[in-house]
């Protein structure tokens, strides 16, 4: 069996209306996403600014998370989870902010994508209806055309 390994850090992002958050090793290394669930039912809700100590695993679908997290209350873990250990553990996970980022530009672009749309609607609407039509023009024959003869 492996040995367990636990990192420190420290809650630089938390979203308590959502749930999840951010941790930032203590010594570097990439943001490592994290749960309410993760946390321990003590009453105190998570915090940033919050040290911590942790435990790296995936979820179901390869991404690295934080799992079972302690509050750190004054010494750390002796040197134990290492920046270089939370790299490699970590791999090439993308981390919190990375994921954060990436919705705001899926967002940002939808937005461009959508007012786009509208003003190209609003383009060809202006346009039908700024052009007359040959059909709603009166025409000056048409009334000498069709009217009386008078001699």
């Known amino acids: 069996m492996s040995e367990v390994r636990r990192f420190e850090g420290?809650?630089?992002?938390?979203?308590?209306?959502?749930?999840?958050?951010?941790?930032?090793?203590?010594h570097g290394g990439q943001e490592v996403f994290v749960h309410v669930s993760a946390f321990p039912r003590d009453g105190a809700p998570p915090a940033v600014h919050d040290q911590i100590s942790f435990e790296i695993?995936?979820?179901?679908?390869?991404?690295?998370r934080a799992a079972?997290?302690?509050?750190?209350?004054?010494?750390?873990?002796s040197g134990q989870g290492r920046n270089d250990d939370v790299t490699r553990v970590l791999g090439r996970s993308t981390g919190a902010m990375a994921l954060r980022r990436r919705r705001e530009e899926r967002r940002r672009r939808l937005t461009y994508t959508v007012v786009g749309l509208a003003l190209v609607i609003v383009a060809l609407g202006w346009m039908q209806f700024s052009v007359p039509s040959q059909s709603h023009q009166p025409s000056h024959f048409a009334s000498t055309a069709t009217g009386p003869a008078h001699h």
């Open 10 to 26: 420290e809650l630089v992002l938390w979203h308590g209306e959502r749930g999840f958050g951010a941790i930032m090793p203590r």
């Open 57 to 64: 695993v995936s979820d179901g679908e390869g991404r690295k």
């Open 68 to 77: 079972r997290v302690q509050r750190l209350s004054g010494q750390g873990l």
